[in-house]
């Protein structure tokens, strides 16, 4: 396992090897379904994922979006025949409101200002238009594992991320105006080589149901929402005149002569 790199960039490039380990590629797959299930009802001109760009690519070709486009401060050269773009994810390429989903895988683990992201989504997405966020859970056995010594998690990917919590993302969401429509947990099982058995499956249904908040990974699907404008009413206008050509006349009543 490669220790935790210094920048962004490195650290999600790192990720995507990461997704080719046997525990990578158990989570890659959870997450997939996942993404394939929550984009069932999307459609639109354009999905834009930033990071991960393999392991995504199916889920999002079964949806009805018609253009995938990916982003990131390192494309791969796989990916640069599909709309591969290389950019920052607090400055996106992208006009505004011209995007109808965007999917972070990770993406947030591992930025400075998580924030900022965000708000550079909002500004991308067109209203009713949605964002799939997924991170790392700290609150389960996949964040404990930061703190174990004997493991080094604290310099390794992927626990040396940031450690957002699920409602910490919601806050930041809710501020930017955005409806959280649903939040998932995945992976119960604890991240290690063993627990990939087979016999230990029974831990995806108990977990489900018994501790649902301690999942290894959280996915959130959010909408941006824009709140409906009251039309001003048009300034007062004097009557049109009752005959064509002619102003109409105020009545004026006449006094009798006695």
């Not at 220790?3 to 959870?30: E, F, K, M, N, Q």
């Not at 400055?91 to 995007?99: E, G, N, Q, R």
């Not at 626990?159 to 930017?176: H, K, M, S």
């Not at 908040?213 to 404008?229: I, M, S, T």
């Amino acid at each position: 396992m490669k220790s935790c790199p210094r920048t962004p960039a490195d650290a999600l490039s790192t990720l995507g090897h990461w997704y080719r380990t046997p525990l990578g590629r158990y989570v890659a797959h959870a997450e997939a379904v996942c993404l394939e299930r929550l984009l069932a009802d999307s459609f639109g001109h354009y999905v834009v994922q930033f990071g991960a760009q393999e392991q995504f690519a199916d889920a999002i070709a079964t949806c009805r979006i018609r253009q995938r486009v990916v982003l990131g401060e390192g494309v791969d050269a796989a990916v640069a025949d599909r709309a591969g773009i290389r950019a920052l994810p607090q400055a996106l390429p992208l006009d505004s409101a011209s995007v109808d989903a965007v999917v972070l895988p990770h993406t947030l683990d591992f930025v400075a200002e998580a924030p900022d992201v965000l708000r550079e989504v909002e500004r991308v997405l067109i209203p009713e238009g949605r964002v799939v966020i997924y991170c790392f859970n700290p609150l389960s056995t996949w964040g404990l594992l930061r703190w174990w010594p004997l493991r080094g998690g604290r310099r390794r990917v992927p626990w040396c991320g940031a450690q957002l919590t699920p409602f910490r993302i919601g806050d930041w969401l809710r501020l930017l105006g955005f409806t959280q429509e649903t939040r998932e947990m995945l992976v119960f099982r604890p991240p290690l080589r063993r627990a990939q058995s087979p016999r230990l499956d029974w831990l995806e249904t108990a977990g489900a149901s018994w501790w649902p908040l301690l999942g290894g990974v959280f996915v959130v699907r959010a909408v941006k929402r824009v709140p409906a404008q009251t039309p001003l009413r048009p300034a007062w206008k004097p009557a049109s005149p009752l005959l064509p050509g002619r102003p109409a006349e105020p009545t004026v009543r006449r006094e009798r002569n006695d």
